[in-house]
């Protein structure tokens, strides 16, 4: 077993089929935010990330920046926090997954590192 397996930095794959949106309440901060579950082959462990867009400061800029590259390359331009969280999770789950996404294990949560849709590749 090398050190990056215990560390946690191998990166994983998977392909995508479909991923549910959805307002996430943090037990921690009790913040809203959205929550993204996606799902891949029926052997694959779903894999959840959280975007803290209603959170101040860097963490919140750097979720608002996130969701703005998924919403467009999903289909889904414009999208702002004007509208409920349960409305932006409603447009994006009728929009397009990405068909590949790479992560790896970030202490007990997922860090998305990479999302493809078909030929386009975003951060």
Do not use: C
């Not at 052997?43 to 919140?60: C, F, N, Q, R």
């Not at 932006?88 to 929009?95: C, P, T």
């Not at 997922?110 to 030929?119: G, P, Q, S, T, Y």
């Amino acid at each position: 077993m090398h050190d990056d397996d215990i560390m946690g930095l191998d990166t994983t794959e998977m392909t995508v089929t479909d991923w549910q949106w959805r307002r996430h309440i943090s037990r921690v901060s009790n913040k809203e935010m959205l929550m993204v579950t996606y799902y891949g082959a029926l052997s694959d462990k779903p894999i959840s990330e959280y975007l803290t867009v209603m959170h101040d400061g860097y963490a919140g800029q750097k979720a608002r920046i996130s969701l703005v590259k998924i919403a467009s390359s999903a289909g889904v331009p414009g999208v702002t926090l004007e509208n409920t969280l349960d409305d932006v999770a409603f447009d994006l789950n009728e929009s397009t997954p990405p068909t590949l996404i790479s992560f790896r294990q970030d202490g007990k949560f997922h860090r998305i590192l990479r999302r493809e849709w078909d030929d386009q590749k975003s951060g």
